[in-house]
């Protein structure tokens, strides 16, 4: 048959031909093979770059912590992961995985191009977070255990590299659906941890525990490695067209097979039902976390690990695989429908898009706030009443360690902040790994708004805390009403970021400028010069002079010599008050209030005064 697909050759090579038949040289045409492989690796670095951003900036935190902080493993195997489900699972998820195997090229070269891009992309990520940690090692003072566990955060980093690296191949061709693939990936390496720390419950020796976890993590690696290969080399350019494989329908929202069809309107409920089946996958591996953390409560209960062991490592971060689940849900919400196809056709229901958004932005919050903070809070507070303590909530001897209490309030309070964050990423894409993207990229521009109010308060000339206090609601309701114009009116392209940046700009606009009217009460300039003049009361030559004693006893001396005594309470700073009553006067009232005697001392003079002065502001 002879080949049609032939293309007229351009002005341009037209020319170099010529020229080259005139001096004797016979031209040499490109190979098919180089303009393939060129175009092949372009896309795979397009591919990989937004997540590979986001791996990049998770790397950079560790440059601002202590270089033993585990929970700088946790962020960046959240971006590794992410990483290596784009290889294959962007491919699937836009439909173009059969039109590459369709290619008229070997699948070896494409499977060898596909890891030469990804292993150099982990790879100058392992450089950058290499880089921060030795600034991190530097700009900190480590003694004897701070460099162990610096050491052993070093190979639990590389050990994470290993696993996901393959772990994102095998589970992304396994399955091909990014959901799925993203929690065998996760779960998978944190079930083979768990086991071996099972397994080496009687040994005290980290040595041996880690030489254990890199023997496992290798072989896993090796193995999904090898099995990745042999499912690329056997995938079809088609899907499976042997059975439908979804989940079970919960009895909840089942309807029997005998039942009269009736029509009876349940807008709500039937949105609430979609919403739930939407995030199954979430849910199912919020299951599996459920089930491995209170494996690991059981074993704490009944073993008594080496302190400061490998062993009691382990077991003590499992609950931060909960904090994973709130950016999961909150990506989920609106993009997986956009994937699926789904989206256009619900905005078409005879229900009005607010009541859709509600409904779908409180269950996302209120599932990724609970699965991802109060759950594993719960579990551990139901671990410490059972004798199961975990050793990262016990506070040392001198008190320095964080209260248990505060420490779920300001993990309830991230995770339902990373839910929001995911939430308004997920109404900016069209896949899942779009929308983490997204969401990352929106908490380093929230967060840098937040800073930004701090650092610049000096050129705005307002010297408080008043900046943040706006800045924390109005990015929040920029946030959720830029979600609600994304969900209902998505157009892909200028027009879509057009619309939020203006938005974000608009929020920093309204926070400057109020910030700055408030604190230097402009509405002043609008009253009254001065009220009418009365008596003189004071005089400047002789003002009075207030002194405060340990921030509650507040003396002012009058030009007469008198000293006037009073006593300010801040209820918000009350230790008598119970932790809730505590936070609710911070939150509602923090100002301090009058609750002295008020009245003049007799007999009283100045030296007993102390040269401290109020300054709650």
Known sequence: MRNTSRSTPGISNTRCNFDALRLGLRPQPRSFAALFMNALVKKEIRLLLPSWIVAMLLALVQAITRPYDFYVACLLFFGLTIMALTTIGRETSLNTFSLLLAQPAERLRIWQTKLSVLAVAFLTVFAVWLAAFG????????????????????????????????????????????????????????????????LLVEFESKSLVIAVLSVVFAVY???????????????????????????????????????????????????????????????????????????????????????????????????????????????????????????????????????QFAIKGFLTLFLGTFLGGVMPMLLEYLATSLGAQNPMFIKPADNSGIDFFWLSFWVVLAESWLTLLGFYGSTLSRSFLQAVGFGIAAFFISFALLIGQTIFQGFMYVYSFLPIVIAIPTIIVTLLWLAYLNFKNFRDGWPLWRRNLLGFAGAVVFIVVTSIALYNRVWENFEPAEPPHGAAKFSLANPPILRADAYNNLLVRLPDGRVWFDYLNNGGYDSDASRIKWLWRLSVDPLPKSAGVQQFVDGSNWLSATVRRVDFL
């Open 135 to 198: 600034i991190a090692l530097k700009n900190s003072t480590v003694d004897a255990s701070g460099q162990e566990d610096s050491y052993n955060l070093f190979i639990t980093i590389c050990l994470i590299a290993t696993a996901t690296f393959t772990g994102g191949l095998w589970t992304t061709l396994l399955l091909r659906q990014i959901a799925g693939a993203f929690w065998l990936t996760l779960l998978v390496p944190a079930v083979l941890s768990g086991v071996s720390s099972v």
């Open 221 to 355: 690696s090796v193995a999904g490695f090898l099995f990745a290969r042999r499912l690329f080399f056997r995938a079809q350019d088609v899907g499976w067209s042997g059975g439908v494989i979804s989940l079970p329908e919960w009895k909840i929202f089942a309807r029997s097979e005998n039942a009269v069809s009736t029509r009876n309107r349940k807008p709500v409920f039937a949105l609430l039902k979609k919403e739930f089946q939407l995030q199954q996958v979430s849910l199912f591996g919020a299951a599996g976390i459920l089930v491995l953390h209170l494996g690991v409560i059981f074993l704490r209960k009944y073993h008594h690990f080496a302190k400061d062991s490998a062993g009691e490592v382990l077991p003590a971060i499992i609950w931060m695989l909960w904090l994973i689940l709130a950016p999961v849900i909150g990506s989920m919400a609106v993009a997986e429908e956009r994937r699926l196809g789904v989206m256009e056709g619900q905005l078409c229901l005879p229900v009005s898009r607010r009541v």
